[in-house]
């Protein structure tokens, strides 16, 4: 992909001369009748709204194109409504091949190795002692489904919400949920750690994740949740003797650990495991998402961030945070 400088360091006034990925995609009508494309555009460090109202701004290319996950060329600057960036383009173009670019390069990264991760995450499995857990976990992290656990983000946009994500975000949780173990050794050390290995484990075919990160209709219909749950059900069957109780508790925790049936778990948690295992997720979920906040507002000199939807606050940048934002990509793991 030819060099350019990144969205994130951009600021008001400053020229965009990009390509970027359209991330969402929406036609949308003005009170007066008049229609125009609402579209966030970004590349691997941050995604910045667009407006476009014309066809001599690129409307009618855009639209023809398909949208999200498309990556085009823009000119024109960046701008600012109701305190937040926006991109006030001038020009619009589809990409040719001699842009030699690829949507991948647009798609946001865990800084840290994979390998490394997938490495930990398998060594990790090994010290379950559980001999039925751990046939179980070897059986469903494995070939295939054991790629795509690795490349897949932990969500679209919120928290961990780039490729590599999911696995950043479980090793987070693995080590939160030992911790907890170490505190309370009454809790199953093996229960606890399985369920967290596989609690978001249905993101992998929750999220289509090779261009813009979206829903699967499987993902719609059913949710990661209930597809984690079906996999682990039709994954145990296939074990000799796999006690009954057992498959019981690790579903409750796979089921319970959104912690909440407003927050689509089916069920709430139960036993001890379930809520050590809900509030390690949120752990894990929301330092890394207001981390995100405040990398994604690198540029912004003021020490306050703008109001964020779904944090329901404004974050306070201090005077360590704005030294540090430029290595911040929002992880927990060492």
């Known amino acids: 992909m030819p060099e350019q400088s990144e969205l994130i360091q951009l600021s008001k006034g400053d020229t965009v001369d990009h390509f970027l990925m359209i991330r969402k995609f929406e036609l949308r009508t003005t009170k007066a ?7 966030e555009l970004g590349d691997r460090s941050t995604t910045i709204g667009c407006n476009v109202w014309s066809d001599t701004n690129g409307y009618a290319i855009i639209e023809r194109s398909g949208g999200t996950g498309i990556v085009i060329k823009v000119e024109g600057m960046i701008d600012e409504y109701q305190g937040s960036p926006q991109i006030k383009t001038s020009k619009i173009r589809l990409t ?11 798609l946001p990264k865990s ?13 990790r499995i090994d010290k379950i002692n559980n001999s039925f857990l751990r046939a ?11 790629a795509k656990f690795k490349k897949a983000p932990a969500g679209k946009s919120w928290h961990h919400g780039y490729i590599h994500g ?16 170490d505190f309370h050794e009454e809790l199953n050390r093996d229960l606890l750690v399985s369920g967290a290995m596989l609690h978001d484990f249905g993101k992998t075919e929750e999220l289509s994740y090779d261009s813009a990160f ?34 019981n508790l690790l579903l409750h925790l796979v089921l319970s650990h959104q912690g909440k049936l407003e927050y689509a778990s089916p069920v709430v948690p139960k036993i001890p495991e379930a809520i050590a295992l809900y ?19 690198m540029g912004n000199a003021g020490l306050w961030t703008r109001f964020h939807n779904l944090a329901q606050t404004d974050l306070f940048r201090s005077d360590s945070t704005r030294e540090e934002e430029k290595n911040i990509n929002g992880s927990l793991f060492d």
């Open 111 to 123: 800084v840290h190795n994979p390998d490394d991760m997938e490495s930990e995450f398998l060594a």
């Open 33 to 39: 009748g008049k229609n125009f494309l609402s579209l």
């Open 214 to 247: 979206e829903y699967t209709d499987r993902g719609k219909l059913v949710g990661h949740i209930v597809i984690c749950a079906s996999i682990v059900e039709s994954e145990i069957k296939l074990i000799d003797d796999f006690p009954e109780e057992l498959k």
């Open 136 to 146: 179980l976990l070897n059986s469903i992290f494995s070939d295939e489904r054991l």
């Open 166 to 181: 999911l696995i950043e975000h479980t090793l987070e949780i693995i080590k939160i949920c030992d911790l907890m173990c």
């Open 279 to 297: 509030q390690a997720d949120e752990l894990s979920a929301k330092v890394n998402a207001y981390l995100g906040v405040l990398a994604s507002e």
């Open 96 to 106: 040719k091949e001699s842009d030699n670019i690829s949507p991948s390069d647009f």
